[in-house]
């Protein structure tokens, strides 16, 4: 058997072609499994040949390595992300298909244009009023249409000015009373913002945001909804 002697180790005469293929692809960058693609040898041997021609892993390939690691996470993220948005899609069809049902019961169409006017439009579905009434129909309507428990999804705020802090027992025994919740189920927030010239309104009981959670896509479900009814009107 014929041996070539490589830095007093050697090379069996007929891997010599092996060898130098993997010390060619390792410097093109390639890493060891992209190099037993193309070489088939194991990976033990691998390294050894990679040893005995001077191509361990050098700082220029630790870069090119990781790289390629970035560029592959980068496109697996991708991957993920376009299969969420293929999924988001398909589940938006189905609900415009399921709710088209409700487009002429008053209620529903209260509660869409309710959250058009008041409700946040990224994000966790969120709507703010002032007026008792509205967040109570805003209430039932989550209640009624999309499976929204009080005690599980529903969060609400209180937000009151800081120079009403007298108030604070009128006002949340207000809250509690009009939407038949507890007086320690509200989160109160002090609003600390300056107006030279506040009315002194007697009436005042702060305003409510009502926060709903756990709910799927819920959000872009309420935009889909406006977007349709309103096109029916507006051209």
Known sequence: MLYVVQNKRTIRKRNEGKFEQCLKLRQQGLS???????????????????TLGGLTLTKEHLEIQLRKRIASKRAATEAAKFTRMANRDKLLLAASKEYRQYFSDPLFLMGIMLYESEG???????????????????????????????????????FIHETRKGDLCRIVDFWSQKLSIGINEFTIYWKRNIVSHRRNNPDYVGQIQLRIIGIPYLTRKLRLFSDIIVSEYVD
């Not at 129909?137 to 009080?150: D, G, I, W």
Request: overall charge positive; hydrophobic content about 40%; proline content about 2%.
């Open 120 to 158: 946040t439009k990224m994000g966790d579905c969120r709507f703010s009023n002032s007026d008792y009434r509205l967040i109570r129909v805003f209430m039932v309507f989550m209640e009624r249409y999309f499976h929204v428990q009080r005690n599980n999804n529903m969060k609400l705020s209180l």
């Open 32 to 50: 060891y499994s992209e190099i037993q693609v193309l070489v088939p040898v194991a990976k033990s041997t691998l390294q050894n040949w990679l």
